[in-house]
Nanobody, 125 residues
């Protein structure tokens, strides 16, 4: 069992930056692929970014590529999402997710086994 706790959300002006963190419990963190997703009210949960267990490969949604950066520190059992040049449309509840096996398609929510409770990001115009 893995518990994921997100932090770092908040209110920021358009053009600003935030850094989200996701702390994981358990010893097997370094074996999990990790992902970030986001969900706005009334909408589906959308893929944002993912990173392989070693951190050697990263993947991004088209909407955030070039503005967001996912990274991980396996020694600290933590995955990060650096968000720069934020836009109002980035406002959402951001979720961290962990996959026991490397997802063949990282953008699909059903590929992930564990989820955090989410952290709210609000970008004002």
């Amino acid at each position: 069992q893995v518990q994921l706790i997100e932090s770092g959300g908040g209110l920021v002006q358009a053009g600003g930056s935030l850094r989200l963190s996701c702390a994981a419990s358990g010893r097997a963190f370094s074996s999990y692929a990790m992902g970030w997703f986001r969900q706005s009210p009334g909408k589906e949960r959308d893929f944002v970014a993912a990173i392989t267990s070693s951190g050697g490969s990263t993947y991004y949604a088209v909407a955030v590529k070039g503005r967001f950066t996912i990274s991980r520190d396996n020694a600290k059992n933590t995955v990060y999402l650096q968000m720069d040049s934020l836009k109002p449309e980035d406002s959402a509840l951001y979720y961290c997710a962990a996959a026991r096996a490397s997802p063949p398609i990282v953008s699909i929510t059903s590929e992930y086994d564990y989820w955090g409770q989410g952290t709210q990001v609000t970008v004002s115009s």
